[in-house]
């Protein structure tokens, strides 16, 4: 039973352009969506995060925007680098304080030179 | 360096041997967690720990798995009698208590294990 399901599987873009990452959740109980990269051979490091009560996050070249109804939100990579490329794994956190993280199945983005 | 640490980073085993990882969280961090991600995939849940007690256990973690945090400190991952498709990165983390709904897990690097 797969609580976020998260596409596209890999992404190749060139440099200085725009990488986009959606994923979708169902269970209406998670409120807080963080997003984490990963580089070869490292753990996952937190990158981002929104709570469903706000529709746009920007942090740098990073943007979440969510969409409650929908119950979608997705990762925008302005002006991507090569340093970018990594696994992006986008999250849910149930109610709670339990900080037990739902992963995504990850989305492997590579940015050409 | 004051991350989270873990040993051994690889381990290579025969299928039925026992192998038991150790992770060394970020000193002051309360909360410890033990993930799994196969390859292409996610991290999935699999038990965490305030202080030294275990407050959940996911059903992924079978009657062969056990995890212990004695002193609230580092904290030990057993596999009994390894299957080959125990074979997996297992990932640990740590966090503040102050820092629960931050989604903000401090992971370490994570010890795989191959099963033979």
């Known amino acids: 039973q797969q609580q976020v399901k998260q596409s596209p599987q890999s992404l190749i873009v060139q440099k200085g352009g725009i990488s986009i990452i959606n994923c979708a959740y169902e269970n209406t109980a998670f409120d807080y969506f963080p997003w984490y990269q990963q580089f070869p051979g490292k753990g996952p490091a937190l990158l981002i995060a929104i709570r469903p009560d706000v529709s746009e996050k920007k942090e740098g070249r990073f943007t979440i925007s969510f969409n409650k109804s929908a119950k979608q939100f997705s990762l925008h990579i302005m002006d991507s680098q090569p340093g970018d490329s990594a696994t992006y794994f986008c999250a849910a956190i149930y109610g709670g304080a339990t900080n037990k993280l739902i992963f995504g199945t990850g989305t492997l983005l590579a940015v050409q030179p | 360096d004051t991350g989270v640490s873990q040993n051994p980073r690889h381990k290579i085993t025969k299928r039925g041997q026992n192998v038991t990882f150790r992770c060394d969280p970020i000193?002051?961090?309360?909360?410890l967690y033990w993930y799994r991600q196969t390859l292409g995939q996610g991290p999935e849940f699999l038990t965490y720990f305030q202080n030294e007690a275990q407050l959940e256990k996911s059903r992924l973690l079978s009657d062969r798995f056990s995890a212990e945090r004695p002193k609230g400190s580092f904290s030990t991952l057993e596999i009994q009698r390894t299957e080959q498709g125990d074979s997996a990165m297992y990932l640990c983390?740590?966090?503040?208590?102050?820092?629960?709904?931050?989604?903000?897990?401090?992971f370490g690097e994570g010890s795989r294990l191959t099963v033979l």
């Open positions: 000193s002051e961090h309360n909360r």
């Open positions: 983390a740590s966090s503040r208590l102050a820092g629960l709904d931050t989604g903000e897990l401090f």
